[in-house]
C-alpha cells in the first residue's frame, strides 16, 4: 500500500514538472517573431477604418540598427487614435517615397482594444498609393 502511494506521489511530481516545462521552461520568442504573429492576428480578425498617415521616420534607440517607424492616426468609435508601427521588415512590401503626410490609409484594428493596429502586413497593406 505505501508503494502504492509512492508511485503516486511519483507521477503527480513528474506531471507538475512537464507543466511547469511547458509553461516556463519553453523557446522564448524573439521581438520579432512576437511581432510578426500579431500582424498575422490582427490581418485575420481585425476590423478596418479609415485613417492618415503622419510621418514616417528612421529611429535608432540605444546604439540598436535603425527601425523605420510609420506613424499614422485614426478614429474607432468617436475616439482618436495616434500609433505607429515597425515596418523595416515590410520595405519590400511598401513603397517609403508615396508614404507622405496626409497619405490617406486603411488601418486594421482589434475590435476589443483599438489601440492596437497596423497599417501593413505580409499579406495586407492599407497604404493607398
Known sequence: MASLHLYTLLALIGAVAVAAYLMFGGKKKSPTEIERERREWLNQVGRITDGTVIDVQEVAPNGNPPSTMLIFQYDVGGVSYEASQDITHLRQWINLHSCRLGLP???????????NSIVASEKWIGLRQ
Open 105 to 115: 490609409t486603411s488601418v486594421r484594428y482589434d475590435p476589443h482594444n483599438p489601440g
